[in-house]
Structures are given as C-alpha cells and as structure tokens.
C-alpha cells in the first residue's frame, strides 16, 4: 500500500503552478462523445479521474491519446455500449457518459456515479431534464437505463443550481431538436467551460455561467481543439497552504476571479493576498484571525475548498465556524484532524474549530479527496512525520502534488509500506 510521508514544520516557498480543473476535465472529455470528428483538449491534469475517463472511451470503442496533458479523442468508432458496472464506479463524474451517450446515441446504460462520499449525492435533477427532454429513464439494480426515440427541446427549471445536472442536460440538449433553456442552472466556471467546447463543436448555447442557459439543438457536432481552464480548487488548496505555512508562495496559472470568495475570507484573516493577471502571491503571513465560513454554490465559499480551510482555521486565534450548505456529511477529516490535536467539534453541518493549535504528527486516512488534501495541510504544519493512508483520494483530483509541494521546499514523499492484517496485529499485541 502507497501513503504519504510528511516531515511537517518546513516553510514552504517559491513558485507552484496549477494544472487544468478536474471539474472541467471530466465533462469536457465525455463531451467529445458528441463530435463527428476528433476532438483535442490541452492542459489537461493527470490525475486518476481524466484516466479513468480514458479507459471508459476506450470501453465504447473510442481512440485516446493522452500524452504530457494533451488528450486527442476519436469518437467515431464509439458504441452504444452499456457500462452497468466497473469503472463508472469510480468517479462521480462518469454521470456525464449519461448526458453524452443519450445527445449521440439516444440511448445509454450508465452505473450510479462513484465519488466522494458527503452524504446523499442525488441525480433526481439530471433525471428530470433527460426525462423532460423526452428519454425513458428506469434504475435498474443500481444502473441508469436511458432511452429515446427523439430528443426534443424543453424547459427546465433546476430545484438546486447543481452543477452536475446543469453540464449533463447541456450535453443531452444540444443535437436535441429546438430550444431548451435551463433555469436556475448553476454558474460554476467550469459550465463556461464545457459550453465554450461544445460552442467550438458547433453547438448553439447562450447563458452559461448565469443562471438561464438557452440551447439551441443543431443536427450535428464537429471535432475542435480546447485549452481547458485552471484549477480553482487546486489553486484555492495552495493558497491555503501558503497562509497555513507558507514563507511568500506564488501561485501560478490561476484566474483570481474565480477564487474571490476565498481571497475575502483569506484577507479577513489577516492574510495578505496579492492578485496579478495569472498570478496570486502570498507573503508570509503575521498572525491569523477566526472567521466564520458559509459554503455556497458559485460565485460563494466553494465546498470543495471547506476541508482545507479548517485546517487553517485551527492556526487562527480564536474560534471559527464553518458551515456547509451543499453537504451534509463533509466533516469525515475532522476527526483525523483531531488526532493531530486540533481543537475542533462538529455539529450539525457546522464544525467549530478553536485555535491556535500546534498539530503533532498522526498516521491519520483521507476519507475523501479534499478530506485528503486538508490532512497533507495538517501534515505540513505537524510537528514530525506524519503518514497519510489512502491517498488513491488525493490522486483522484491533485496533479503532481508530491513534486509540486517539494519543489516549494516541503518533506513530503510517497512510500510504499507494508499493511499488517488483523489477525498479525492481534498477534503482535498478544
Ligand atoms: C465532478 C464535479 O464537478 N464535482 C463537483 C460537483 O459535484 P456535483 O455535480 O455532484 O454537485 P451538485 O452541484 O450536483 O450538487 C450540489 C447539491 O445539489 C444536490 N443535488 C444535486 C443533483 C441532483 O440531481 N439533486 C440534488 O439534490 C446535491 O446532493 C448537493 O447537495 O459540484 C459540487 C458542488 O460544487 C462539487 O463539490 C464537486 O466537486
Ligand atoms: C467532491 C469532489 O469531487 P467529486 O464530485 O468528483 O466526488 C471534489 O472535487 O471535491
């Protein structure tokens, strides 16, 4: 079993790049599905999610190259294959193969999407738009069967702004017949995204990142190439780093309009951010205030970024409150956190967290991927070695980021060790 090995304390500095959004990444490589003729994304992050993705094109009969982040898809030889099990277990994001598959073939056999476990994580509201845009859908033992003589253009009104069912109605509506406008959509700038490549492919859509999308169905797609955009998240990671332990880190390949909610909460706390074009330089920080944290969908307090913040919210002097909105079961790593001595309690969706704190070394489990990306924070700032247990989760979303922190002068490394079963360990202990 591989784990992460971090000797904490050392300062980090200099400059570290972000990579392409995961987010955007595994809606913009279904999203090929629908062109006639290859389609070339660049920047992509390697991460395991985008090989995932890989594999499942693959499985329908798709040609993929990937190499150094340029991934060129040929869907043309893609079947109507239906995929009940296996890989689309792996990720969340294999949803979108739902929304691409019906768009192309009118029909699809889609597993209910892997992921991070939060709590309930409902496709009630994709459900919705692929049955108002005309399909049959049936669950059938935990698999999606989606079925459609003709797909025809509606309206459709979002009970939540989710980003999931927004992108996976775009993907279905657009070589759909006539107009389907989406209301309450989400405005995430991974949408744009998407909708920027589909627009490329010859798709007609209006609105992405507010809250109406108007779509126009066209009779077909054509191949494009698309530069995919940075990572918030991973950026918003890294910034959080830097105001946990860092000694002046700048992050490069960022959009600052994208962080705004996480450069305000950042600078209540005392941290000086300093915003450039693609850039975001953070000195070292003085001493940190508490602030109370509410996650929101976009343009508010990104959830995906509420496991970290904690993390640094217990270096603060004082108390802090961070509420998530979005999920109901997103504090897994506080108990983690707490083996490292954190001063923290969870109630309801909130979680308290009492500093400052000096964190000792734990061998602590990342049970989610920001779950992760929080304990390897807690490990940085950790006095001695700290190991981090399942990190299959942080290499589901995090590019490079053992070279990446090391490059910033941090002790951290992967390491394969030896698992002692039950029994062993019962024997040891006898
Ligand atoms: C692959 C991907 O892009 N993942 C992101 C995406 O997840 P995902 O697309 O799954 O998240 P959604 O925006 O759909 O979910 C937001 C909220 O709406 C609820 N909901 C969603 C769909 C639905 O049909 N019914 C329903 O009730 C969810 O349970 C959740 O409480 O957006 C989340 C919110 O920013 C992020 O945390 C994830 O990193
Ligand atoms: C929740 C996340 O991912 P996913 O939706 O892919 O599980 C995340 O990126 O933080």
Redesign the pocket.
């Known amino acids: 079993m591989d784990v992460y090995k971090i000797a904490g304390e050392k300062p980090l500095k200099g400059t570290i790049k972000v990579s392409g959004a995961?987010?955007s990444a595994?809606?913009l490589i279904p999203a090929s599905i629908l062109a006639n003729s290859p389609v070339t994304i660049e920047g992509l992050p390697e991460i395991l999610?985008v090989w995932t993705l890989k594999t499942l094109l693959e499985e329908i009969g798709g040609n993929v190259e990937f190499d150094d982040g340029r991934m060129v898809i040929d869907p043309r030889s893609m079947v109507d294959m239906p995929m009940p099990n296996g890989n689309v277990k792996k990720?969340?994001?294999s949803?979108y193969l739902m929304g691409a598959m019906l768009g192309r073939f009118k029909k699809a056999v889609i597993g209910l999407p892997g992921?991070?476990h939060?709590?309930?994580?409902?496709?009630?509201?994709?459900?919705?738009g692929f049955e108002a845009l005309g399909a049959q859908v049936t669950n059938e033992h935990g698999a999606i069967y989606l079925r459609a003589e003709e797909l025809r253009g509606a309206k459709i009104y979002?009970?939540?702004?989710?980003?999931?069912?927004?992108?996976n109605i775009m993907l279905a509506a657009v070589l759909a017949t006539g107009k389907t406008i989406i209301e309450n959509a989400?405005k995430?700038p991974?949408i744009i995204d998407v909708a920027t490549l589909l627009t490329n492919m010859g798709a007609k859509i209006k609105g992405a990142g507010t809250n109406v999308i108007r779509i126009e169905g066209v009779e077909e797609l054509h191949g494009t190439n698309h530069t995919i955009i940075p990572d918030r998240?991973e950026a918003g990671t890294y910034m959080i780093m830097a105001a946990a332990i860092g000694d002046g880190v700048t992050i490069d390949n960022v959009i600052p309009l994208h962080l705004e909610a996480v450069t305000a909460k950042l600078r209540e706390m005392g941290v000086e951010v300093m915003e450039e074009e693609e850039r975001i330089f953070i000195p070292k920080p003085k001493s940190l205030k508490p602030v109370d944290i509410k996650t929101l969908?976009?343009p508010g307090f990104?959830?995906?970024l509420q496991q970290p913040f904690t993390v640094l919210l217990t270096q603060a002097n004082g108390s802090s409150i961070v509420t998530d909105t979005?999920?109901?079961a997103r504090f897994k790593h506080i108990d983690e956190i707490s083996r490292m001595g954190a001063v923290a309690k969870v109630e309801g969706r909130s979680a308290i967290l009492t500093g400052p704190t000096k964190l000792e070394a734990a061998t602590v489990t990342a049970t989610d991927?920001r779950a992760g990306a929080a304990l390897i924070i807690a490990g940085l700032l950790a006095k001695g070695n700290t190991e981090v247990h399942d990190i299959f989760h942080i290499e589901r979303g995090y590019s490079d980021i053992i070279a990446k922190l090391q490059d910033l002068g941090a002790d951290i490394h992967r390491e394969s060790i030896e698992t002692e079963s039950a029994n062993q360990a019962a024997k040891r202990f006898n």
Request: glycine share 6%; aromatic share 6%; with cysteine.
């Open positions: 995961k987010n595994v809606a999610d990720l969340r994001a949803y992921g991070c939060l709590g309930p994580r409902p496709i009630d509201q994709h459900i919705k979002l009970d939540v702004s989710s980003v999931g069912a927004t992108i989400a995430e991974e998240i969908v976009y990104p959830t995906d979005i999920y109901s991927l």
